[in-house]
């Protein structure tokens, strides 16, 4: 009997706002020069997934252009598929903020326990457990795939890091026990049939 795939989760690369530490939900930010080489740098880590075996069933992005160019220059762009339900959270007011701008207005401030305020109309916010319910319905259709090989999600630090907490049946606060980089390349698999983190955060030269 076949063995069910896995989860690859890529965090797209960087971008201005994610250098500078800026919240970047619903904004379309594109890549820097470095973050394309940091995804271009991806392509051989998973060519050499591929060489071991490893069949990919789908490949789901964000429909942010950081994360489709991160999909394209991965070498994976022919076969995705965006998908809103990957965007990253959205910030609301926060939006294009930093944690130290924040503070200066909520001393204490820690996005994991007291989310964020509305914003405007393309930027209302949303409640970590409403990126938890989005993420449930991208593992949900990522189902399907996994049986028949890998699945490759191609998204943001927040939301693959509430989509992992789901995955092992954590709240989706739990997200913030899982440090994402960009650039990087983590793998979620099981381990005697329970969900189990293979790999995490690793960059492509690793």
């Known amino acids: 009997m076949k063995s069910m795939g896995e989860l690859i989760l890529l965090r797209h690369g960087q971008t201005e706002w994610s250098a500078a530490g800026k919240h970047t939900g619903r904004s379309d930010i594109q890549l820097t020069a470095a973050g394309e080489a940091g995804a271009a740098a991806l392509a051989p880590v998973l060519a050499r997934r591929a060489a071991a075996g490893h069949e990919v069933a789908a490949v789901i992005t964000s429909p942010a252009a950081r994360a489709v160019r991160t ?3 991965a070498g994976v762009g022919a076969e995705m598929k965006p998908d809103p339900d990957l965007w990253e959270w959205d910030y609301g007011g926060y939006e294009g903020l930093t944690t130290a701008q924040i503070h200066r207005e909520r001393p204490g401030w820690y996005l994991w326990r007291d989310g964020v ?6 930027h209302p916010g949303e409640t970590v457990e409403q990126v938890g319910a989005r993420t ?5 259709r990522a189902a399907g795939p996994l049986a028949g090989g890998d699945v490759i999600l191609v998204a943001h630090g927040h939301v693959l890091r509430v ?4 995955y092992l049946g954590l709240p989706a ?6 440090r994402l980089d960009t650039g990087t390349l983590s793998v979620l698999g099981t381990e005697h049939g329970y969900p189990v983190i293979l790999g995490w955060n690793t960059p492509p030269q690793a």
């Open 71 to 73: 999909a394209e220059l």
């Open 117 to 122: 305020i509305p914003g405007d109309a393309e």
């Open 136 to 140: 449930d319905r991208v593992l949900a």
């Open 163 to 166: 989509l992992t907490a789901r």
């Open 173 to 178: 606060m739990d997200g913030r026990l899982f």
